[in-house]
């Protein structure tokens, strides 16, 4: 028996749509099929790894040696030799001394911030941060101080003076825009201030550096003792999972303390062993990366020179400003109705509450896909009031 007050409980849902309603910001699932036509600038698969057959077939030779999940947390069941070769080979191909896999890029991100933060401790970050790194800030219990975006000076002064130990953190690349981080200037600012620096490296691996190495790595800062990287397995390796790489002294202390890694089941063998087989892949054929910034960069040009605002890409993600959510919205579905699938970032997942179309290149993009792919987004653009097209 229900009391009529039952019914009422989740009452307040009803306004807070209309409220996303009205301001454009609603948001739905749309699964799609296996064989989805629409040609993708909308997803991560930065190499076009994903369907890859050698890919494929590594994933599915993980599956059928060592099942379909990992059964159980790191710690318990969750580890296997498979994992291990996965952190190994992850750690030398980008630089560093040691690795640790996460079943996310979100709980990487999550396990780092919270076990280098703490009580005491100073965590300064990005204005322009991703999700996950502000999730850390949140749960780490640190004090936290947010400067503005890609600003060393700012992030100097918020180290000054203080007492504890301390870190700064940022993106590589920033997933809204694309542009990079100053980590040359980030990481001179951390060293004269005795301070760690963490960089998520989730849009700069596979694009940025020798043979996709990321943009640590290109930086000269890969392997540094004060230094630490979180990757994602999700975006150029086509997989799924993170990682953390750093120092080895960094990654026993997550093993030991990291909530993310100790209460969380291990990443599932088919996963880890398709990150393993694409960044083999990726090992011999170090043009991709190179190929996939060329895409960018010529997305870019020609968007720029049909007028469009369009953000210079530093990586493979390029931006193109909308007039307003409901435009942005429009624009999306009106590329998708023409075979395109591209991104569509409002509130509250751009920080600077500008609602955009997200567009990110693919190294296996042919020239006629592109030129298809920007005759559509350049015809179905909306007018600068975001009336109409």
């Known amino acids: 028996m229900h009391d009529d007050r039952d019914g009422r409980v989740f009452d307040w849902l009803d306004a807070a749509a209309e409220s996303r309603r009205r301001a ?14 629409p040609l993708d600038l909308a997803g991560n698969d930065y190499l076009g790894l994903c369907r890859h057959p050698e890919v494929i077939a590594a994933a599915a030779a993980a599956a059928a040696e060592w ?39 979100y709980a990487a991100n999550l396990a780092v911030l919270t076990a280098l933060g703490g009580r005491g401790a100073l965590i300064v970050s990005d204005a322009a941060n991703h999700a996950s790194l502000i999730d850390g800030c949140r749960l780490s219990r640190a004090d936290v101080a947010v400067v503005p975006h890609a600003d060393p ?14 870190l700064a953190v ?24 005795g301070a760690a620096l963490v960089v998520d490296d989730a849009h700069g691996l596979g694009v940025l550096g020798e043979g996709g190495r990321g943009a640590v790595a290109a930086a000269g800062l ?3 003792p004060d230094v ?5 397995l999700s975006k150029s390796l086509g997989s799924q999972g993170g990682a953390v790489l750093g120092p080895a002294r960094v990654i026993a202390h997550l093993v030991n303390t990291a909530r993310t890694l100790i209460f969380d089941t291990g990443l599932a063998p088919p996963a880890a062993g398709a990150a393993l087989g694409a960044l083999r892949l990726l090992r011999r054929e170090p043009a991709r990366a190179g190929r ?35 435009a942005a919205v429009r624009w999306a579905a009106d590329c998708r109705a023409a075979g395109i699938a591209v991104g569509c ?27 298809r792919a920007v005759s559509e987004i350049i015809r179905t653009a909306p007018a600068a009031g975001g009336s109409g097209r």
Do not use: I, M, Y
């Open 24 to 37: 454009g910001l609603v948001r739905e699932l749309r699964p799609r099929a296996a064989d989805a036509a």
């Open 67 to 105: 099942g379909a999940g990992a059964t159980g947390s790191r710690l318990v069941t969750g580890s296997t030799a498979l994992h291990a070769r996965l952190e190994a080979e992850l750690a030398a191909f980008c630089g560093f001394e040691a690795a640790l896999v996460l079943a996310s890029g």
């Open 153 to 166: 000076d700012a992030f100097a002064k918020a180290l000054d003076d203080h007492p504890g130990r301390a």
């Open 170 to 193: 940022t993106d590589a690349v920033f997933s809204v825009d694309g542009d990079a981080a100053p980590l040359t200037a980030l990481a001179a600012a951390c060293r004269a201030h």
């Open 222 to 224: 890969a392997g540094a």
């Open 228 to 232: 630490v990287a979180t990757v994602t």
């Open 292 to 326: 996939v910034r060329a895409v960018a960069a010529e997305l870019h040009r020609r968007l720029a020179a049909a007028g469009l605002p369009a953000t210079r890409p530093d990586a493979a993600v390029v931006s193109v400003r909308a007039p307003s959510p409901e």
């Open 345 to 371: 970032f409002r509130p509250p997942s751009v920080p600077d509450g500008v609602s955009r179309l997200r567009l990110t290149a693919r190294a296996d993009l042919t020239d006629d896909q592109l030129d």
